[in-house]
């Protein structure tokens, strides 16, 4: 059994998959794919294992944020979309895998293990565009635009969520939107005043020169933020963004 470590998002070089080479080294490959899905403060909470036939994924106890994931759910839904990334990849290569979450409940950390089947797999269009996304994925930290989003997305994003074994609440009425946004405010008002988030922050955020591969770059780190007049706060001077659309995303 190999662990790959140390692959970071800005060295996969993506190149072209080998089909000739072993079942080990193609999945080798595609952990390339895997490490480019997003995770909270881009700590990249994840390892690899990969044996003859199967490649494992595990988590990293220590990129866990306390302060902000206490529960670690954060930590578990982005091993979880390392693992889409992987789905998506082999799928879109021919490969059918075997999917176990959880397999072994004396090893917590190790999160799902997929297993190479025999039988070829027959990509779908749509899980052809996803794996083309990949690459071209980013986190955005910015201000939300008051642009509508289209009925037809809303509905093939909740398709997808129920296709996962989640399901999507998308929040329509305006008072609801009010009153969700202030719960934000105030979880946001709290984590302010608390030393360790600040101080779990700080340890994330990245200077354009340092160098590092993961945490957050200084100009994209999360800012305190005020809401429109409708949503009270007690922190003055924040930047304003308004929130246009809510919607809420949860596994069953």
């Known amino acids: 059994m190999e662990e790959i470590h140390g692959l970071h998002p800005l060295d996969a070089d ?9 079942i080990a080294e193609q999945l080798r ?4 794919y895997a490490v480019l899905a997003p995770s909270e403060h881009n700590t990249q909470p994840w390892r690899f294992r990969v044996t003859r036939q199967s490649l494992e ?10 302060a902000i994931d206490p ?4 930590l578990w839904i982005s091993c979880g979309a390392a693992c889409f990334n992987l789905r998506l990849a082999m799928h879109y290569f021919g490969m059918q895998e075997l999917l176990e979450v959880l397999p072994e409940p004396d090893h917590p950390t190790l999160a799902a293990r997929l297993t190479v089947m025999l039988t070829e797999c027959e990509t779908a269009w749509e899980e052809k565009q996803l794996f083309r996304a990949i690459p071209q994925r980013r986190s955005n930290r910015q201000q939300f635009t008051n642009k509508e989003i289209p009925l037809n997305l809303v509905a093939s994003l909740i398709s997808a969520a129920g296709n996962e074994g989640a399901w999507l609440s998308v929040v329509r009425k305006k008072e609801k939107r009010r009153e969700i946004a202030n719960l934000i405010m105030e979880a946001e008002g709290r984590l302010w005043a608390s030393d360790s988030f600040r101080m779990e922050l700080n340890r994330w955020t990245r200077a354009h020169y340092a160098g590092e591969r993961d945490g957050l770059p200084a100009h994209t780190s999360p800012k305190r933020i005020e809401c429109e007049p409708h949503v009270p706060t007690s922190h003055p001077g924040r930047m304003k963004r308004r929130i246009w659309c809510l919607a809420r995303l949860s596994s069953r």
């Open 71 to 74: 529960d670690q759910r954060a």
């Open 57 to 66: 994924i595990h988590l990293d106890p220590s990129r866990a944020l306390p």
């Open 29 to 32: 490959f595609l952990v390339r």
């Open 14 to 22: 993506l190149g072209a998959f080998p089909r000739g080479a072993s």
